[in-house]
């Protein structure tokens, strides 16, 4: 047997060694997503009013069409889809609705303030810097935002130096300023993407056992 037989054959056995474990993806995508959409919606559900106000004002909200229902249809398809994913049930379905919710947060919330969620705290930990010795789009605007960041964020800690106990406020974490980017919104739309795909996952979702009590039709 040649050498490359032997090393597909050993591929081979190798992946159908982990075949009976492949729902672990799936559950680990579930059960970090499930608590995210969860508490999304129940801050919706319990904020309705300051939802619909901030879905339709075009001022300082999202200048949304029927913000009443655009919000009551937000939160209660986080809240539900969330105990959904948890539960493994109708994963397919309901990642659809999620995906929506997702795509319409990134382009009317979050697209005008480019990719990143939190900003970089200086120019050696920014991606941007790679991206623009490379000649990246927008990469350069995105770089000059890392170094007014870290300006902003020294003169910061110099007044909570100054007139704090500085290492009192610091001691949970590092103070960040939130650039509210699409990139949360982008990275749960990909994992519920996979979700799509992939159901629920095998063994460990509620649709594995449902699917031997209503099999798939055949042609």
């Known amino acids: ?63 949304l069409p029927a913000p009443e229902l655009m919000a009551y249809l937000a939160a209660y398809t986080e809240f539900l889809g969330g105990f959904a994913l948890l539960l493994g049930l109708a994963t397919r379905l309901v990642a659809i609705p999620l995906m929506v919710t997702m795509l319409v947060a990134a382009l009317t919330a979050h697209w005008d303030n480019g990719w990143f969620a939190i900003a970089s705290s200086g120019q050696e930990t920014s991606i941007a810097y790679v991206l623009e010795m490379v000649g990246f789009p927008g990469a350069k605007e995105s770089l000059e935002n890392s170094l007014e960041v870290a300006t902003r964020l020294g003169r910061a800690k110099e007044i909570l130096e100054e007139n704090g106990n500085y290492s009192w406020l610091s001691g949970k974490g590092s103070f960040v300023v939130l650039n509210n980017g699409i990139e949360f919104a982008a990275t749960y739309f990909i994992m519920l993407l996979s979700l799509f795909f992939t159901g629920g996952g095998r063994y460990v979702s509620a649709d594995h056992y449902l699917a031997k009590v209503f099999p798939k039709p055949q042609h």
Do not use: E, Q
């Open 1 to 63: 047997m040649s050498l490359v037989a032997n090393v597909s054959a050993l591929y081979y056995r190798t992946v159908d060694a982990f075949a009976h474990i492949d729902g672990l993806p799936a559950l680990l995508l579930r059960l970090y997503l499930a608590p995210i959409f969860i508490t999304a919606g129940l801050h919706k559900i319990n904020h309705i009013d300051d939802i619909i106000s901030w879905f339709g004002n075009p001022d300082w909200g999202l200048g």
